[in-house]
């Protein structure tokens, strides 16, 4: 009887949660970006507002490449960097996607921003993992805290 209390609890409230790994490599200035998100929010936060471009598109790529862009922001000495979408692919119930964006030839200061989801959840929980030469940070950003700044040597 408990595990059917416990099990009916859970579907009631599920958990808001994505995961987003941001690693800088120095040499080549590129970010990498690992975003993974559960299929049916990103679909219903989608339908929302679909992101940066309006569409039409012509895949689906597309599609969630512009979602991501309104979305998550790395910010460069004050300018919003561009990504390329690399991969995308799913597993049950997971999106995953890997993007990467170009940075600058000096570095002054990172801003970091994730909305993923905080407009259909107000207990939505994005974990981000920053690493940025000597920086390796866990942060957890939610729908009323989306961003971070950091200073750079």
């Known amino acids: 009887m408990r595990i059917i209390f416990l099990t009916l609890v859970m579907f009631l409230h599920p958990v808001h949660v994505s995961l987003t790994g941001i690693e800088y490599n120095s040499e080549n200035r590129i970010y990498t970006i ?24 012509d895949d689906d790529n597309e599609k969630y490449s512009s979602y991501i862009c309104d979305r998550i922001m790395i910010i460069e000495n004050g300018e919003k960097l561009q990504f390329k979408m690399l991969g995308a692919e799913t597993d049950g119930l997971e999106k995953r996607f890997t993007l990467e964006a170009r940075g600058g030839k000096s570095v002054k200061n990172v801003t970091l921003v994730n909305r993923i989801m905080t407009r259909l959840h107000t207990d939505q929980a994005n974990m981000v993992l920053f690493s940025f030469d000597d920086i390796q940070e866990g942060l957890k950003l939610t729908a009323t805290d989306t961003l971070r700044n950091y200073k750079m040597k």
Do not use: R
């Not at 690992?34 to 598109?57: R, T």
């Open 34 to 57: 690992f975003v993974k998100v559960y299929i049916d929010d990103l679909e219903a936060d989608m339908k929302l507002n679909p992101g940066c471009e309006k569409g039409p598109f």
